[in-house]
């Protein structure tokens, strides 16, 4: 059973256009994330929810818009998609999220490969 | 200049070697530090965290925090082919937003 599933795994679209990514996890944890990789591999935090309230709020382009339905689900939306939103966006959870050997335990998704042609 | 830097590499070495990943940070504040392991088209996937100063050792793999310093180590021993991906540092503070924040990652290869 995969833990942290995400969908799609691939995704090219024009620029200009709107698109979503999924995320799911099936391991009753509390906190979600958002990542995106930029070719150079460099991972950098977008969104985190906790209990579907956003918590974690990085320096995005409001042009990214994530959506907590239930605590298993965390969704992205980006609208108007440009040439440098391409990179490899990655979904995680955590069991919770005050400090505690805990925290750090974050489970990643496979990715979803976004290329904006 | 980053919170967190990483070599990025690429590192080769033969199979059974001995092999040193390392960051530095700049912030204080840090109090867990992790290793991610990713392998290609894959997610990032955690090896080890340790959590202020010290050492802390899981099989074939050890991991250094020099706090005073602000410098931390992986140590791979008798390292396999099998170990070849990108390796991750990342980190924590415990107050404020509790983010991860990561290194750009070591891209290492083992020869056989």
């Known amino acids: 059973d995969t833990a942290v599933s995400q969908t799609p795994k691939y995704l090219v679209t024009q620029m200009g256009n709107d698109k979503s990514i999924k995320c799911e996890q099936n391991?009753?944890?509390?906190?979600m994330y958002w990542y995106k990789q930029d070719s150079k591999k460099f991972l950098k935090i977008m969104f985190s929810y906790n209990n579907k309230e956003l918590i974690i709020n990085e320096t995005v382009p409001n042009r990214f818009s994530p959506k907590s339905p239930d605590k298993a689900h965390l969704n992205l939306h980006i609208n108007s998609l440009e040439l440098g939103d391409s990179a490899v966006y990655f979904c995680?959870?955590?069991?919770?999220?005050?400090?505690?050997?805990?925290?750090?335990?974050?489970?990643f998704g496979p990715g979803t490969r976004l290329l904006v042609l | 200049q980053k919170e967190v830097e990483q070599d990025p590499g690429p590192l080769s070495v033969p199979e059974g070697a001995i092999v040193s990943l390392n960051c530095t940070y700049s912030?204080?504040?840090?109090?867990?530090f992790m290793w991610y392991r990713q392998y290609s088209r894959k997610g990032p996937e955690l090896l080890m965290y340790?959590?202020?100063?010290g050492n802390k050792e899981d099989g074939r793999f050890t991991a250094q925090v020099d706090k005073s310093s602000k410098y931390i180590s992986l140590f791979i021993r008798d390292s396999q082919p099998s170990d070849s991906a990108t390796y991750l540092c990342?980190?924590?503070?415990?107050?404020?937003?509790?983010?991860?924040?990561f290194g750009q990652g070591t891209r290492l290869t083992i020869n056989p």
């Open positions: 912030n204080s504040a840090f109090q867990y």
């Open positions: 990342a980190m924590i503070k415990i107050q404020g937003a509790q983010k991860l924040v």
């Open positions: 995680a959870s955590s069991p919770r999220i005050a400090g505690g050997p805990h925290q750090e335990t974050q489970y």
């Open positions: 340790t959590y202020s100063s």
């Open positions: 391991l009753g944890h509390d906190t």
